[in-house]
T-cell receptor, first 113, second 109 residues
């Protein structure tokens, strides 16, 4: 089934640990995004990639890094997790950057203690 | 600054009609999206408006007035499965997507 897959679906980790959230899509979409969703706030863009080999910073990039080695994969890394990074993280993709419908993964619930 | 405003929560009755409003102030405009998000799930696309007027898709319709910075999502013949959050998002002049906090819609029998 075509779509976008995230892993893990849920994770609890200690502050200071390194964590990578994985995201893979099989729709051959050019653009991919990482958002965080917190209660009472709109989706906030962390990082994005308009095409393989390029990445850009979103609204809340600090403490996060991404890479886009190929079209399908867009991992998000927390180098040293802090409690304020407790959130639900959504990966999304679109055929063209910011002008088309976004397809979201099921989300990764991260708790940093 | 850029801002999207929508009501935090609304309640409606099964079988009725509900209108969810969204107002925006953004640097430029390149389209407005509505997404549906059930609790614990990912957002899914509902509609896209770039020109003024009403776009109808089954029980759901979305309206846009660019001069007023205003949109609404109209849901007819409400069903219990329509209980969800509805997210309004606007693409600004830099093609950045600005999201509202969402409106939680509660449907009562």
């Amino acid at each position: 089934i075509a779509g976008i897959t995230q892993a893990p679906t849920s994770q609890i980790l200690a502050a200071g640990r390194r964590m990578t959230l994985r995201c893979t899509q099989d729709m051959r979409h050019n653009a991919m995004y990482w958002y965080r969703q917190d209660l009472g706030l709109g989706l906030r863009l962390i990082h994005y990639s308009n095409t393989a080999g390029t990445t850009g910073k979103g609204e809340v990039p600090d403490g996060y890094s991404v890479s886009r080695a190929n079209t399908d994969d867009f991992p998000l890394t927390l180098a040293s997790a802090v409690p304020s990074q407790t959130s639900v993280y959504f990966c999304a993709s679109s055929d063209s950057p910011n002008t088309g419908e976004l397809f979201f993964g099921e989300g990764s619930r991260l708790t940093v203690l | 600054g850029q801002n999207i405003d929508q009501p935090t929560e609304m309640t409606a009755t099964e079988g009725a009609i509900v209108q969810i409003n969204c107002t925006y102030q953004t640097s430029g405009f390149n389209g407005l999206f509505w997404y549906q998000q059930h609790a614990g799930e990912a957002p899914t696309f509902l509609s896209y408006n770039v020109l003024d007027g009403l776009e109808e898709k089954g029980r759901f319709s979305s309206f846009l007035s660019r001069s007023k910075g205003y949109s609404y999502l109209l849901l007819k013949e409400l069903q219990m499965k329509d209980s969800a959050s509805y997210l309004c998002a606007v693409t600004d002049s830099n093609y950045q997507l600005i999201w509202g906090a969402g409106t939680k819609l509660i449907i009562k029998p």
